[in-house]
């Protein structure tokens, strides 16, 4: 079965520190991957996504992730992280190849909360 | 609009009663999906619609649950007879297309909080 595991629940940083939020995926094929953040009370804002080509994907706000087929990993990092960077952050898989499934949704981890020490 | 619209963005009802929410998506995308996403957790597909073809409603936890899309426009969600299990954010997105293979990104609305008293 697809599945997204992000396995930390809650990460605490210091400002100015370099972050990076695991995402590992089990998937049939070549997935489709994306970053979203979601800020207290709000939608999800896409970060960036990843379908082929350079492993290594450059987002909005400084963010960039690399795709490892072989740790089936897509971790998600930035350098040096603002206090503006606090919120939720959403690793996906998609679109879901139809094992009996949905064609088109995505496929999402827990979530990974960020907090930011001034 | 710019962005995906979802009304309302609160709402507070009893259980029992029944609710209906609303989702306006970008303009030109084929592609809409429902969500719920409960305290603490990812989300959780509820259901999709591309085009005209049948909605994938697998998703959908009971048969309280209901969606309905006019064309490629409006939809809303609707959850009879609602129980507390049920308050939860239910976030809206569309997307050009959402055919297998497709790479087009999920726009997201900010979501509608629902809380059953």
């Known amino acids: 079965a697809q599945s997204v595991t992000q396995p930390d629940i809650h990460i605490t940083v210091s400002e100015g520190a370099s972050l990076e939020l695991r995402c590992n995926y089990s998937?049939?094929?070549?997935?489709?991957l994306f970053w979203y953040v979601q800020s207290p009370g709000q939608g999800l804002q896409l970060l960036l996504k990843?379908?082929?080509?350079?492993?290594l994907v450059q987002g909005i706000k400084g963010f960039e992730a690399e795709f490892k087929r072989s740790q089936s990993s897509f971790n998600l990092r930035k350098p040096s992280v603002h206090w503006s960077d606090a919120a939720e952050y959403f690793c996906?898989?998609?679109?879901?190849?139809?094992?009996?499934?949905?064609?088109?949704?995505?496929?999402f981890g827990k979530g990974t909360k960020l907090s930011v020490k001034p | 609009g710019a962005g995906v619209s979802q009304s309302p963005s609160n709402k507070v009802t009893e259980k029992g009663k029944d609710v209906e929410l609303r989702c306006d998506p970008i303009?030109?995308?084929?592609?809409l999906y429902w969500y719920r996403q409960r305290l603490g957790q990812g989300l959780e597909f509820l259901i999709y619609?591309?085009?005209?073809?049948?909605?994938?409603k697998s998703g959908l936890p009971s048969d309280r649950f209901s969606a309905e899309r006019t064309g490629e426009s409006v939809s809303t969600l609707t959850i009879q007879r609602t129980q507390q299990e049920d308050s939860a954010v239910y976030l809206c997105?569309?997307?050009?297309?959402?055919?297998?293979?497709?790479?087009?990104?999920?726009?997201f609305g900010d979501g509608t909080r629902l809380s059953i008293l």
């Open positions: 997105a569309s997307s050009l297309e959402g055919a297998l293979g497709s790479n087009q990104p999920q726009h």
């Open positions: 998937y049939g094929a070549t997935p489709y």
């Open positions: 990843y379908f082929s080509g350079d492993t």
């Open positions: 996906a898989v998609g679109p879901s190849i139809n094992y009996g499934g949905s064609q088109g949704n995505l496929i």
């Open positions: 303009s030109g995308h084929t592609a």
């Open positions: 619609f591309q085009g005209n073809s049948a909605p994938d």
